[in-house]
């Protein structure tokens, strides 16, 4: 895990809540659900160790860990805001998952490696999610991320096939003119970012779904931690 002399030096410095005050696309205002709680934006490089090109998905599971250190009641995992790449992939080979060799690699992770890091240092099971294709088999998921926020809070992983580029899914807005995605970009790589940068560079934008790879399938991690809430706002 993030060894507690880390946590001070580096975690305290990346963004937290990095979606506040981003405005809502107009006429989805009433019709939009986002993550509840505080998380920690990470993103390719945060820990000096350059993953570009392969780590977004670690990167994607990393928020979503800090979320649920921040905002659960943990029976597993109290004193660890987030494990590190090498602690992801060493828990991948001891559940067998992955072969000797992962560990140390450069191999990218997706969605259900995501849910067995989750459940394996947090205790949290996550529920899979499978869209054929983009378009409007997507469109099909927004009530279930809808009832996603409202019941569990947290962050979703999504990935896919044809577009793999992982996506952390901050919240869900739909109306007239089609539907949203409110999505943190792990690909950013450079130095910390002020929110509203991070904001204005795009790094953390509303993405219509109309705009997702129509030829691609796409899976979503969706964190079951509705009865550990601690009280959120």
């Known amino acids: 895990m993030?060894?507690?002399?880390?946590?001070?030096s580096l975690v305290n410095a990346l963004p937290t809540n990095v979606h506040t005050d981003l405005q809502i696309p107009p006429d989805h205002r009433g019709?939009?659900?986002?993550?509840?709680?505080?998380?920690?934006?990470?993103?390719?490089g945060c820990d000096g160790q350059d993953d570009r090109g392969w780590g977004c998905g670690y990167r994607t599971v990393q928020t979503l860990a800090s979320w649920l250190f921040y905002n659960c009641d943990l029976t597993k995992g109290q004193g660890m805001v987030a494990p590190s790449l090498p602690d992801i992939q060493r828990a991948l080979v001891c559940m067998g998952d992955k072969p000797a060799h992962f560990f140390g690699s450069r191999e990218w992770i997706g969605t259900f490696e995501a849910s067995l890091v989750l459940d394996y240092f947090y205790n949290v099971p996550c529920k899979i999610?499978?869209?054929?294709g983009g378009g409007?088999?997507?469109v099909q998921v927004v009530g279930q991320l809808r009832e996603h926020f409202e019941r569990h809070g947290?962050?979703?992983?999504?990935?896919?096939?044809?577009?793999?580029?992982?996506?952390?899914v901050l919240g869900v807005c739909s109306g007239g003119h089609g539907a949203y995605l409110l999505i943190a970009d792990p690909h950013y790589y450079g130095a910390e970012l002020?929110?509203?940068e991070l904001q204005r560079q795009g790094w953390v934008d509303w993405t219509e779904l109309s705009s997702l790879d129509r030829s691609s399938f796409y899976n979503l991690c969706m964190p079951q931690a509705g009865s550990m809430l601690k009280t959120l706002k």
């Open 136 to 138: 409007t088999d997507l």
């Open 154 to 168: 947290s962050p979703v992983m999504m990935g896919g096939g044809t577009d793999n580029s992982s996506k952390c």
């Open 129 to 132: 999610v499978h869209v054929q």
């Open 2 to 8: 993030l060894k507690d002399s880390l946590i001070d």
């Open 31 to 44: 019709q939009s659900d986002t993550v509840k709680g505080d998380y920690k934006y990470f993103h390719y």
């Open 194 to 196: 002020e929110r509203t």
